[in-house]
């Protein structure tokens, strides 16, 4: 099957809706590839950091993005680790300093311009779970089934607080709150790629479903479409 035809399903949603654990899950059970497009917007924010790049300098910003060295590690067990120029940055990836550094360079047309080809790349046999923000309105619009994952404001913060606590990190409620809102607005305002459904997916509400619950309603969708792993 040529890389081009590879089936896709998009799961994308704002921050702490859940996308990236139900689009990781989906991936694993289906055999098929998986790309994390946030991953590769707060590494580039860790990199810019890192070389003294300033996150307005858009120019510098598409430079260092398109030469990214990048490398996803998955062992089968939890969280796949990632590597920025060799080095295991998975932990500093997640801080909520990175996460509002990455929606700062995603704003810019210039950086996700750099970085489109790069996410295509992951179109690959025997098919891609990509998740991200606009994943099914820009990067893949042909996807075979897209899936917009949404909660409410109050949710997303209540599961960020719990998941920084689990990760040894302290957080408070109030600031995580108001961070999901001010990104929520940045994310939807922006002039490129705005955070929107794609016309044709299908929105799950998640703020009072289970991990279990939001991966019965996207089976039944793979199955609904045809879609199956090896």
Same mark, same amino acid.
């Given at each position: 099957?040529?890389? $081009?035809?590879? *089936?896709?399903?998009?799961?994308?949603? *704002?921050?702490? /809706?859940?996308?990236?654990?139900?689009?990781?899950?989906? %991936? =694993?059970?289906?055999?098929?590839?998986?790309?994390?497009?946030?991953?590769?917007?707060?590494?580039? %924010?860790?990199?810019? &950091?890192?070389?003294?790049?300033?996150?307005?300098? %858009?120019?510098?910003?598409?430079?260092? @993005? &398109?030469?990214?060295?990048?490398?996803?590690?998955?062992?089968? !067990?939890?969280?796949? =680790?990632?590597?920025?120029? !060799?080095?295991?940055?998975?932990? $500093?990836?997640?801080?909520?300093?990175?996460?509002? +550094? +990455? #929606?700062?360079?995603?704003?810019?047309?210039?950086?996700?311009?750099?970085?489109?080809?790069?996410?295509r790349a992951f179109r690959r046999?025997?098919?891609?779970?990509?998740?991200?923000?606009?994943?099914?309105?820009?990067?893949?619009?042909?996807?075979?089934?897209?899936?917009?994952?949404?909660? /409410? @404001?109050?949710?997303?913060?209540?599961?960020?607080?719990?998941?920084?606590? $689990?990760?040894?990190?302290?957080? #408070?409620?109030?600031?995580?709150?108001?961070?999901?809102?001010?990104?929520?607005? =940045?994310?939807?305002?922006?002039?490129?790629?705005?955070?929107?459904?794609?016309?044709?997916?299908?929105?799950?509400?998640?703020?009072?479903?289970?991990?279990? $619950?939001?991966?019965?309603?996207?089976? @039944?969708?793979?199955?609904?479409?045809?879609?199956?792993?090896?």
């Amino acid at each position: 099957m040529p890389a $081009e035809r590879a *089936p896709v399903i998009t799961v994308d949603g *704002p921050s702490g /809706s859940g996308k990236g654990t139900i689009s990781r899950l989906l %991936a =694993r059970e289906l055999g098929w590839h998986w790309l994390d497009s946030g991953a590769l917007y707060r590494l580039l %924010a860790l990199a810019a &950091r890192r070389h003294g790049v300033a996150l307005d300098d %858009a120019g510098t910003l598409a430079d260092l @993005a &398109r030469r990214l060295d990048v490398r996803f590690a998955d062992d089968g !067990g939890g969280e796949p =680790r990632v590597l920025l120029e !060799g080095e295991d940055v998975t932990r $500093e990836l997640r801080t909520e300093q990175t996460g509002a +550094a +990455a #929606s700062r360079v995603a704003a810019l047309p210039a950086v996700r311009e750099a970085l489109l080809d790069r996410q295509r790349a992951f179109r690959r046999p025997p098919g891609l779970v990509a998740d991200g923000r606009d994943m099914g309105t820009v990067v893949f619009p042909d996807a075979e089934l897209k899936i917009f994952l949404t909660a /409410s @404001a109050e949710e997303r913060a209540r599961r960020r607080h719990k998941q920084l606590k $689990e990760q040894g990190f302290e957080a #408070s409620m109030d600031a995580l709150f108001r961070d999901i809102l001010a990104r929520d607005e =940045r994310d939807a305002r922006r002039a490129v790629s705005p955070l929107r459904p794609a016309a044709d997916a299908v929105v799950i509400d998640a703020s009072d479903l289970s991990i279990d $619950e939001v991966m019965a309603r996207v089976r @039944a969708l793979v199955r609904e479409r045809g879609l199956h792993g090896d």
